[in-house]
């Protein structure tokens, strides 16, 4: 009968042959502790001759004048049967050799002996003496295994094989993870499926004239999931699949991580068709020879030893690499090229859909309440990768937890994400004069976004709750994914960015501090506009500078390309593009002076309106929808937060979508 495709699945890995080499190591190691106890058990000074007399001999010697034997000691002889035998010992004079008499004793000879000072010891068993030795031939040995061995063992694989690789082959028996587990990233999976049907099915490909890629390099941002489609390809593909890190080749030691490739590539050999995945192939993979104080020996020798073992004389059919990083711009050109990484394949944060699907893949071991819509979560998390979507829901699971609830909700989820962004509630860290201080600060902030947008970005929530590092917030959230900006869109985001500290000027007469990150971001929209984006009379030139470290595999000397006298008009440009929105935003806000206010005294009485409650006062000139206030949950006499049996805050209307963008107070 045929097998199936499912018994093919189900069919575990083949293993690598069995390694000997910790075996040998222990037989060697046992036949040297052999070998030191004997030296030390048979060392000459416990080897002096022993001289065999008779008691005749004995008395004589006791008889004479001076005597020629001392420290002599009498017991009877055990292994004599039958008859009553004694056995004398001690040294003779004057070579101190030791002397060994034994002997059928009458009681005279017996009383003799003593008067002259033998002392005559009890009858001892011969067994304990020998089981002593025998501990002590046994035991040193595995002391010796346990206190030198295991650690060098943990601290380099041994002592014998501290050049081997160090990659381990995933097999069957853990939990498998396939590409339905993947999301966000159809065009990546695309690509790397169609290795595994090749691996799978080669003759497709082959008669065509086609060869199987050597290598293929996963580049994107930290938490897009470039390991976890490698996890996949090991659960998909029918062959073995060996993962590895690239900090494991790196050691003190010159030469052992080229002796790892080489092992490692060997053992990929024996499996071939096998599959090798280096992880953050950056740490051995860097530019040859750049950066301060020259290369690294060993680094460079172990990335010379992987380019040869890719592509040279002595090439692996069937053995391919693949490999992830988050930094393919300090990579070595040699490895980048054709013929050892054929294909290298973007990883990019995820799109809308693309995070609605990561969203319910995670969501899949989650208990979620029915009125969560993870297409408005997906909608307000843009920018966030796959690892940051799976701790939002996480989040909102210990939050759920936490106010003892049986399901997640959507203000858990709602909770969860401006946690994640901005940090945890500081409730207590501002008397009322502050208060006030920073609802003016937002006010500005939210009317100036309220009326220069378009509906593209509308206001989602305003808030004077501190969180992380502010003091407040005005989020808006984009209806879909932004990609590209017009000029307006930035002169708009520095014109929203001035709101608040000229809400401040206004009201007090007086400025503060709290406007700093909005005026650092500001000034930075307005730099790249000019020297990046050309959007300024200076033309379509670029003048940004190079702002690289040599540290990281980039030239020591810099090249500057901008003159002094075209700094000063990037300069005047920057101040002249803050200074005239500055000028339009105060326009704004000192011509709704009353909305202003209005907006000001309902978060300083509900520390949180939303966005609709802002056009509402814009266009009515009052709040016609119901607010939510927000309780703070109640403390207990230790000054903890006591959990509170149902959720303190109630939920919030649906958002409009998108991903915050806060602007501290």
């Given amino acids: ?21 910790q075996h040998k190591l222990l037989m060697i190691w046992l036949a040297i502790g052999l070998a030191l106890v004997g030296l030390f058990w048979f060392s000459p000074g416990r080897m002096k001759p022993t001289q065999e007399l008779t008691v005749h001999d004995v008395q004589v010697r006791m008889r004479a004048t001076p005597p020629t034997v001392e420290q002599m000691t009498m017991r009877p002889d055990t292994t004599a049967i039958g008859r009553p035998v004694f056995q004398i010992t001690g040294i003779l004079k004057p070579d101190d050799a030791k002397f060994r008499a034994s002997g059928t004793l009458t009681d005279a000879t017996i009383d003799e002996l003593q008067q002259f000072g033998v002392k005559e010891e009890p009858d001892a068993s011969i067994w304990p003496g020998r089981i002593i030795t025998f501990l002590i031939l046994v035991g040193l040995p595995i002391f010796i295994y346990f206190a030198f061995v295991r650690q060098l063992k943990a601290a380099g694989k041994g002592a014998l094989s501290f050049g081997k690789s160090r990659a381990k082959m995933m097999t069957r028996d853990r939990e498998k993870i396939t590409f339905a587990d993947v999301a966000g990233c159809d065009e990546a999976k695309e690509e790397i499926s169609e290795v595994v049907e090749f691996l799978k099915d080669p003759k497709k490909f082959t008669k065509m004239g086609g060869r199987i ?79 301060m104080g020259g290369g690294h020996d060993e680094r460079e020798q172990t990335l010379n030893s992987l380019l040869v073992e890719m592509d040279g004389f002595d090439t692996s059919d069937g053995v391919i690499i693949m490999a992830a990083t988050n930094r393919a711009d300090v990579l070595d050109g040699a490895l980048l090229r054709p013929g050892r990484f054929d294909r290298q394949v973007q990883v990019d944060l995820p799109d809308i859909i693309g995070r609605e699907q990561i969203l319910r893949v995670h969501a899949k071991k989650i208990s979620l309440s029915e009125d969560v819509s993870l297409n408005v979560v997906a909608r307000g998390t843009p920018g966030l990768s796959g690892a940051d979507l799976a701790n939002l829901l996480n989040e909102s699971a210990l939050l759920a937890a936490r106010r003892n609830k049986k399901k997640v909700e959507m203000i858990d989820v709602e909770d969860a994400r401006e946690k994640v962004l901005f940090g945890r509630e500081r409730r207590r860290v501002m008397d009322d004069e502050e208060k006030r201080l920073v609802a003016w600060h937002e006010a500005g902030h939210a009317i100036v976004q309220a009326l220069l947008d378009d509906g593209t970005v509308p206001v989602h929530k305003v808030t004077i709750i501190p969180r992380g590092q502010s003091l407040g917030s005005t989020t808006y959230i984009p209806t879909k994914d932004i990609l590209t900006r017009g000029m307006r869109k930035f002169l708009d985001q520095i014109a929203m960015a001035m709101g608040g500290r ?125 607010i939510v206030t927000i309780i703070p949950p109640a403390r207990s006499g230790d000054g903890k937060e006591a959990v509170p049996s149902k959720p303190a805050v109630k939920p919030l209307p649906e958002p409009l979508g998108g991903t915050p963008s806060p602007l501290p107070a």
């Avoid at 935003?585 to 509900?606: C, F």
């Fill in 1 to 21: 009968m045929a097998e199936s495709n499912n018994d093919k699945k189900r069919r575990p890995l083949k293993a690598l042959p069995p390694d000997g080499s």
């Fill in 502 to 626: 000229i809400a401040e000027e206004l009201v007090t007469g007086d400025l503060s501090n709290g406007a700093y990150g909005d005026i650092k971001h500001a000034t930075k929209i307005a730099r790249a506009m000019v020297c990046d984006y050309g959007m300024s009379p200076l033309g379509p030139i670029a003048m940004a500078d190079n702002s690289d470290t040599i540290f990281l595999g980039r030239d020591i000397t810099r090249s500057q390309h901008v003159s002094e006298e075209t700094a000063r008009k990037i300069d005047a440009e920057v101040s002249r593009i803050i200074t005239e929105q500055y000028a339009r935003a105060k326009e704004i806000i000192t011509g709704r002076r009353e909305a202003l206010d209005k907006i000001a005294a309902a978060l300083i009485e509900h520390e949180t309106i939303e966005g609709r409650h802002v056009l509402e006062i814009l266009q009515h000139g009052e709040i016609k929808s119901p």
């Fill in 213 to 291: 890629p050597k290598g293929m390099l996963l580049i994107g941002p930290p938490g897009t999931g470039k390991t976890l489609l490698a996890k996949a390809v090991a659960g998909e593909a029918e062959v073995p699949f060996f993962s590895v890190s690239g900090s494991d080749f790196v050691e003190m030691f010159v030469g052992v991580g080229a002796s790892r490739v080489r092992d490692m590539f060997e053992q990929g050999r024996k499996s071939a068709p096998c599959i090798i995945f280096i992880d953050e192939i950056d740490a051995v993979g860097r530019q040859r020879g750049a950066g």
